[in-house]
């Protein structure tokens, strides 16, 4: 009774968690890349969106920072266009050189080395946190904005609620959570159309007194401040403003899920975003301009804007707020760009064992559930760190992206100057790179010069605590793989004296069905090790191998066909061993994404053939167990025997000693 009340409770939180997060995927589906692919337009939406949406607090920032000097907007305005263009065509060059993904941090790793990469890719990651946090945060300010001043402090609580939805959306996959966002995507694109253009054309009959006015506060501006004065105000704004084109970078790490031909995909996807963000940005940089708006308490320049462009309208009040729903909606789309990205981000990370390796795996419904846990997990942290404050953050957010853009561009600088004989373009593509390295280098310089006491030298401290784990986890990974090399010298190549055996095994004898991953010393020793602890005990081994899809496999239909082969050929590596030392051999395997479920039926399938065998799997030892081993190498071993055992499957694990 007891066993089937668990059964039931088992059944109840499995249906439970289907329904929020969705039933598993068939990975075996030959259709399954086309169904989870992103077209351009779902891809602009998905990815493109936190490009666009640094335009609702990139602007205001740089604007702000003009105090009243404000007749600057028109030059940060073209500026802030050029530079949109130069740093999404730099990113084009980046999509046709590295198709797969990864953005900055693959770049700076082919480019500039391993530690320029791993850098680069903890700027990413901390970015890609910062991303949804700083999203989420503009979102509740553009929202609370139209609110009462005395409800603004259930803001943080509602963010929270955001940030968590989110975490369930993108567990059920990225497809889905982006067909669901796509009509707040495309509400606030008409809405800002509808506002700049408007907002623009109103003031055309008035052009000759607007320029006259911006010609003579300009001359006014250059006598108070002087040429150097203005130069040095202008800068400032421009590289306080850097928030604009932190999402720009999002298609190049992200093409893993656009749709083939991914590059031609991508570069749609990312002239939709330049040309979107470019003209958004710039248009409400001329809109402040021409309605003179001033920064007001609890509210957004965008709202201020919305309500004196609409105000004298019969409907200005609600258009207005469908404005700026529209914006802190698209907000909140924004954040899919870290969930998306940072996850993958890490994958590419923990297959180089720069991260633990649980992080390149994927969920039932091939999702990279570890990696969304966690950035979720962090964005949350960093909201109440910093109450939500959108200053605070868009400065920490501003230094690691322009951290990472730099380091791409100089490595992209450098892949056309070494590679100058091969590259018959590189006259035409390498002073884009070094123009992009130049504006990037110099928004990070000052960024984190201005805003280092109000929260930039928290960035560094993060993504500089980060690097530092990332280099002692690839130590151990490589103390790990040098002992495990050692079992390779010794085992691979043993002799047998026995006579090979070419027996089928007999089902009703007693086997040993051993789990195995590669051929190497680690499965070897545990083929060893059942035949010395358990001598003329069993007659057949059976050779079990579950190939494992995770983000480094999961790229298309011909990776997954060699990842099943590559299974089969290991497994035939074992057998033929098996049958070197006198017994009767064969292999099984499956595929699938969770390995200790996958495992665990593909026993219980092998048990049914052969009634009377016995599960063994392999796991190291080490001389001195350390708390961090549980987290880098995940307990399968012991998960899978803990499954077996109550499934009533007799399993041993047989200790791999490292003398680490």
């Known amino acids: 009774m007891a066993q089937n009340g668990s059964d039931e409770q088992d059944s109840l939180l499995e249906k439970v968690r289907q329904t929020v997060v969705g039933a598993p995927r068939n990975i075996k589906d030959p259709s399954i890349f086309h169904k989870l692919s992103l077209v351009p337009l779902l891809a602009w939406i998905g990815l493109g969106a936190d490009g666009l949406s640094s335009s609702s607090y990139g602007p205001e920032e740089a604007f702000r920072a003009l105090g009243q000097h404000t007749y600057l907007a028109v030059f940060l305005a073209l500026a802030t ?68 001043l005395d409800l603004h402090g259930t803001k943080i609580m509602f ?20 067909t669901i966002l796509a009509p707040i995507f495309i509400l606030f694109v008409i809405t800002h159309v509808f506002l700049i253009g408007y907002g623009i054309l109103s003031h055309l009959p008035q052009i000759g007194p607007v320029v006259h006015g911006i010609r003579t506060d300009f001359n006014s501006g250059l006598a108070s401040l002087g ?66 708006v001033a920064p007001g308490q609890g509210k957004t320049l965008n709202s201020i804007l919305a309500n004196t462009l609409y105000g004298d309208w019969s409907i ?9 729903l529209s914006e802190g909606a698209i907000l909140f789309v924004a954040a899919q760009a870290g969930f998306i990205d940072g996850p993958r981000i890490m994958a590419n990370m923990a297959i180089d064992s720069w991260l633990p390796h649980r992080f390149a795996s994927l969920s039932q419904r091939l999702t990279m ?28 957010y501003a230094i690691n992206v322009f951290l990472t853009f730099s380091i ?29 390295f130049v504006l990037c280098f110099v928004i990070l310089i000052v960024t984190s010069y201005e805003k280092f006491r109000e929260g930039g030298w928290m960035t560094l401290l993060i993504t500089g605590t980060l690097v530092t784990l990332c280099f002692l986890i690839r130590r151990h990974y490589a103390n790990v793989t040098k002992a495990v090399r050692q079992l390779d010298e010794l085992l691979m190549d043993i002799s047998t004296s026995r006579k090979s055996s070419t027996d089928r095994p007999n089902p009703q004898e007693m086997t040993a069905i051993q789990l195995v991953s590669a051929y190497n010393g680690f499965g070897v020793h545990t083929v060893l090790s059942v ?25 298309g239909i011909k990776e997954m066909k060699n990842l099943e082969k590559a299974s089969r050929a290991t497994l035939q590596k074992y057998v033929d061993l098996a049958r070197r030392l006198g017994f009767a051999a064969e292999y ?56 077996l055992h109550w499934d009533e499957i007799a399993s041993v694990t047989m200790p791999i000693r490292l003398d680490l």
């Not at 200005?316 to 700026?324: K, M, N």
């Not at 100089?410 to 035409?428: T, V």
């Open 408 to 436: 791409s561009q100089l490595g992209m600088s450098r892949y056309y100057i070494r590679n100058r004989r091969r590259e018959k373009d590189w006259m035409r593509h390498l002073p884009v790179h070094l123009v992009g």
């Open 227 to 292: 040429g150097l004065g203005m130069l040095a105000l202008f800068l400032r704004a421009y590289s306080l403003g850097g928030g604009t084109y932190t999402g720009i970078e999002a298609v190049a790490n992200g093409m893993q899920i656009l749709r083939e031909p991914k590059v031609q995909t991508g570069k749609k996807t990312m002239l939709y975003m330049s040309v979107s963000l470019a003209f958004t940005a710039s248009g409400l940089f001329f809109c402040y301009l021409l309605f003179k």
């Open 588 to 643: 099984r395997y499956a595929v699938g994404t969770d390995v200790v479920e996958t495992a665990t039926q593909l026993c219980k399938d092998i048990k049914k053939e052969f009634p009377r065998s016995t599960v063994f799997t392999g796991k190291l030892a080490f001389r001195r167990e350390k708390f961090y081993h549980k987290l880098l190498h995940n307990e399968t071993a012991f998960a899978i025997q803990r499954q």
């Open 369 to 396: 559930h570890n990696g969304i846990l966690l950035m979720g997990g962090a964005s949350i942290l960093l909201l109440f760190y910093t109450q939500g404050s959108i200053s605070s953050l868009v400065t920490m």
């Open 81 to 148: 266009s050029l530079t949109v263009f130069i740093i999404s065509y730099s990113y084009s060059r980046i999509i046709e050189h590295f198709p797969h993904g990864g953005g900055g941090y693959i770049v700076a790793t082919h480019t500039l080395g391993p530690k320029s990469g791993v850098v680069s890719g903890s700027a990413l990651l901390v970015d890609y946190m910062l991303t949804i946090t700083v999203s989420i945060a503009a979102c509740g300010d553009a929202l609370f904005s139209f609110l009462p």
């Open 531 to 555: 035949i010395r602890n358990f001598p003329n005990l069993y007659r057949n081994f059976i050779f079990a191998s579950v190939a494992v899809v995770d983000s480094g496999s999961f790229k």
């Open 159 to 178: 963010e929270l609620f955001l940030i968590v939805f989110l975490i369930v959306l993108n567990l059920r996959g990225v497809r889905e959570s982006v």
């Open 316 to 324: 200005g009040y609600p258009l207005a707020l469908v404005t700026i």
